[in-house]
């Protein structure tokens, strides 16, 4: 076959041949198209388009900002009108708020705007985080020190006390309302008293915020906003709040239908010879909680170090109902705390024991203590040997 002829069958054969499409849009096109079909993924997985609140999802708020910019973009919206089944581009106009590009940094601002700019990939977030959690962060971080700690440092030593006797606990963190003056919490591994709260204000978001003092358990503190507090707390897996202190059930002066008794506050006094014993005989009280007899528990009391190796007598008992035994114990124990009497004795084998249940206590206050138990106050005191009296606890 001729030259001719071979040029002429592939000429003919061309004609059956399938051209190559190609794109009608440019690489930048295509990215935006992409973009905006992330959108519209959200919007029919959600039922509403993305917003750009600080609370929201980092990716739903590169969403929104996206969504912002392509609105603002005539180019953007004439290329994007025909495929925008689900009326997202309001012809320029939109509801999502405009970026915040003043609380962000720049990296920050560039990942948000990447899809409407034309980044080289779209999709892509590298180590972003929502400037108002990187603010949250700052805050707690940023310390100074606490000049008053000498002050504060006894109520972090009562709030463990507490914790170790079971009469307060360490629960997770739900409610913003649970940040107010007074409270504890456990966040970053620390202690920390919120000792101040500033006058409630409305933020840029239009949330309720307030400006709190914060001391943390390793001496120092902070001048952080609530809702900052509220993010660290939502943010660390290990972040708790702990209860106000809680005696228990209340216990009655008699029983009633459906009670059972739990056993008895007893107070007792020593017969020891003693020196330190017998200078304080009137004062030094023993008092203890005990789920059996009174009489049965003392008939050996001179051969129990706990008793100072000597016999004592019932100064008054108190009948208790529907109470946990062991936590009451604890909370009385703490409350007389500062009058502790501390003495050694050796036990019937000459081993050293120092004995933790006896206080140089008058009778008349262990009766206000037991008044106040019942009341459910008990928890708001603390024994004073200065004054021989109750005093109210510092708010903690």
Not at 142 to 156: I, S
Not at 167 to 187: L, M, N, Y
Not at 292 to 315: C, H, S, W, Y
Not at 325 to 346: G, M, Q, S, Y
Request: aromatic letters at 8%; hydrophobic letters at 40%; one cysteine or more.
């Amino acid at each position: 076959m001729s030259d001719f002829d071979l040029e002429a069958l592939r000429a003919e054969l061309d004609e059956f041949a399938q051209t190559e499409k190609k794109s009608e849009s440019s690489p930048r096109e295509e990215r935006i198209i992409a973009g905006f079909e992330e959108i519209q993924r959200f919007v029919e997985e959600h039922g509403r388009p993305p917003q750009h609140e600080e609370d929201r999802d980092i990716f739903e708020r590169l969403y929104a900002v996206r969504l912002n910019r392509l609105c603002a973009l005539e180019e953007c919206r004439a290329l994007l009108k025909p495929l925008d089944r689900q009326g997202l581009l309001g012809e320029g106009k939109t509801s999502v708020p405009a970026v915040d590009a003043e609380g962000m940094n720049e990296e920050e601002l560039l990942a948000e705007l990447a899809g409407a700019a034309g980044s080289s990939d779209i999709t892509e977030l590298r180590h972003v985080r929502a400037s108002a959690d990187k603010r949250a962060a700052e805050e707690i971080a940023n310390r100074d020190k606490c000049e008053e700690f000498d002050r504060f440092k006894p109520l972090f030593d009562r709030v463990q006390n507490d914790i170790d006797a079971g009469i307060r606990q360490t629960r997770p963190f739900e409610h913003k309302a649970e940040i107010r003056p007074g409270s504890w919490f456990v966040v970053g591994g620390q202690k920390a008293y919120v000792a101040e709260m500033d006058e409630i204000f409305i933020n840029a978001q239009g949330k309720t915020d307030a400006r709190l003092r914060v001391i943390f358990d390793n001496g120092t503190e902070s001048n952080l906003l609530m809702r900052s507090l509220q993010r660290a707390l939502n943010k660390d897996e290990a972040g708790r709040r702990i209860t106000d202190p809680v005696a228990g059930p209340l216990f009655a002066r008699e029983s009633a239908d459906g009670d059972w008794a739990s056993g008895t506050i007893y107070v007792l006094r020593s017969k020891s010879n003693d020196p330190v014993v017998a200078a304080n005989r009137d004062v030094l009280h023993k008092i203890g909680v005990t789920g059996g007899d009174v009489q049965q528990r003392i008939n050996a009391a001179k051969l129990d170090p706990t008793f100072l190796m000597a016999d004592v007598e019932i100064v008054a008992t108190y009948d208790l109902y529907n109470v946990n035994r062991t936590k009451l114990e604890n909370l009385i124990h703490r409350v007389f705390d500062p009058a502790r009497l501390n003495i050694e004795i050796k036990d019937r084998f000459g081993n050293p024991v120092v004995p933790r249940e006896w206080f140089l206590v008058p009778r008349f206050v262990v009766d206000e203590a037991v008044d106040r138990i019942r009341d459910g106050t008990i928890t708001d005191y603390i024994y004073d040997p200065n004054k021989a009296a109750l005093v109210r606890l510092e708010k903690a």
